[in-house]
Nanobody, 117 residues
Framework: QVQLVESGGGLVQPGGSLRLSCAASRIIFSFYAMGWYRQAPGKQRELVATITNGGATNYADSVKGRFTISEDSAKKTVYLQMNSLKPEDTAVYYC???????????WGQGTQVTVSS
């Protein structure tokens, strides 16, 4: 069973930065597209950013230019660098691994990000 463990969330002031990490285990990294999603209270879970093993990235319009997704294949870890954070970025952030062959999705437990003064 694929395991995803997120870390790096917390409380930050508007304009600040955070870096989220997602450590994957029991996974052949190249067989998956990795991503970050978020869910704010009372809202549906939404895509934040994705990255393929070839390095292609995709971002939600709301985070373009502020967030950067990256991965370290040797460490089987995906990162989300979040800069210029806004209160509307407040949400639980979830790591996702999407199997390119089976179409199955795996999720981490989530990490809380709160942007507030």
């Amino acid at each position: 069973q694929v395991q995803l463990v997120e870390s790096g969330g917390g409380l930050v002031q508007p304009g600040g930065s955070l870096r989220l990490s997602c450590a994957a285990s029991r996974i052949i990294f190249s067989f998956y597209a990795m991503g970050w999603y978020r869910q704010a209270p009372g809202k549906q879970r939404e895509l934040v950013a994705t990255i393929t093993n070839g390095g292609a990235t995709n971002y939600a319009d709301s985070v373009k230019g502020r967030f950067t997704i990256s991965e370290d294949s040797a460490k089987k870890t995906v990162y989300l660098q979040m800069n210029s954070l806004k209160p509307e970025d407040t949400a639980v952030y979830y790591c996702n691994a999407h199997s390119l062959f089976r179409g199955v999705d795996y999720w981490g437990q989530g990490t809380q990000v709160t942007v507030s003064s």
